[in-house]
Every structure is written in C-alpha cells, then in structure tokens.
Nanobody, 122 residues
Framework: QVQVVESGGGSVEAGGSLRLSCAASGGSGCLYYAMNWYRQVPGKEREFVSAIDRDGTTTYVDFVKGRFTISQDNARNTVSLQMNSLKPEDTAMYYC???????????????WGRGAQVTVSS
C-alpha cells in the first residue's frame, strides 16, 4: 500500500499564490514514486493538472501554463505544485496520484491522496 498525502491547500484572493506538496511513502520496495496532480470541482470530472517525469520533463494543462510550476525532490518521493496568479476558476479539490516505481518501470496501480482544497476568491 502506497500512502499519498497532499498539503498546502487553503484560501487566497485572486492573484495570490499557494504551494501544494504531495508526499508518497510505503509500497513494496518502491524506488521512487510517479506523482501527478489532478483537480476536481463538485459535479465535474476530475481533470489532469500537471505531471513531472523521472527525467524532470514537465507537463501542464493549457489553462495553468505560465502560472503553475511542478517540481520534485531528489529522492522523487515528494512533488510540489507552485501556483501563482491564482484565479477563481482554479478553485477545486487538488489530488495527488502516485504510482510505485522501480528501475524497470512503474506498477499499474494508482494511489490517490485525500485531496487539498484550494479556494480562490474574486
């Protein structure tokens, strides 16, 4: 079992910043964790936000490009999402999804955190 914990959520006015972190642990001898960020609002499907590959290559949904920055620690067990110039439309529950990875690749099982609420007021 992989444990996934998000932190750093909160409330901020439009134009402000927040930094989310995702910490993954556990599993069966995981060398590292592949972690992606998603977000969801009530009544809508969960959508992809950002990801970072093992080699450091980053991916963002178009709406957050230039405003959000994803990064990882050297051990690849913690991923952060720096969110700048926040908009009310960014209000959502932000979830971290993690996979246990080995040198030969990652397992197919996805583990989700409980989410971190981000609220941006106008």
């Amino acid at each position: 079992q992989v444990q996934v914990v998000e932190s750093g959520g909160g409330s901020v006015e439009a134009g402000g910043s927040l930094r989310l972190s995702c910490a993954a642990s556990g599993g069966s001898g995981c060398l590292y964790y592949a972690m992606n960020w998603y977000r969801q609002v009530p009544g809508k499907e969960r959508e992809f936000v950002s990801a970072i590959d093992r080699d450091g290559t980053t991916t963002y949904v178009d709406f957050v490009k230039g405003r959000f920055t994803i990064s990882q620690d050297n051990a690849r067990n913690t991923v952060s999402l720096q969110m700048n110039s926040l908009k009310p439309e960014d209000t959502a529950m932000y979830y971290c999804k993690a996979r246990c990875c080995y040198s030969v690749g990652c397992l197919n099982r996805d583990y989700w955190g409980r989410g971190a609420q981000v609220t941006v007021s106008s």
